[in-house]
């Protein structure tokens, strides 16, 4: 069975960290272009991250400098290391995989298998 469980998510004050993880069972991660993304109560989903099979990354720019992507191939797991957390990043993150090398966060709709999404509050 195909499945993808996301992690790590929590309640952390502006400033604070949390690492995120996604984890596969029923594929090979390795294969997959795997992207994180979220979204907040009455807003569109939107992508933050992504790492290709060929460990090329990409962050959105309310990613870049804070979050950190990467893989972890022998546990068939990518994290999602967030720093220097702020509210406005409160939302549902989700990982996605893609059967393919490249990754982009401008869609979803590439992504074949979703995880059931982990709760991000930013809040002092």
């Known amino acids: 069975q195909v499945q993808l469980v996301e992690s790590g998510g929590g309640l952390v004050q502006p400033g604070g960290s949390l690492r995120l993880s996604c984890a596969a069972s029923g594929f090979t991660l390795e294969y997959y272009a795997i992207g994180w993304f979220r979204q907040a109560p009455g807003k569109e989903r939107e992508g933050v991250s992504c790492i290709s099979s060929n460990k090329s990354t990409y962050y959105t720019d309310s990613a870049k400098g804070r979050f950190t992507i990467s893989r972890d191939n022998a546990k068939n797991t990518v994290y999602l290391q967030m720093n220097n957390l702020k509210p406005e990043d409160t939302a549902v993150y989700y990982c996605?995989?893609?059967?393919?090398?490249?990754?982009?966060?401008?869609?979803?709709?590439?992504?074949?298998?979703w995880g059931q999404g982990t709760q991000v509050t930013v809040s002092s």
């Open positions: 996605a995989a893609a059967p393919r090398i490249l990754c982009t966060v401008v869609s979803g709709t590439m992504y074949a298998y």
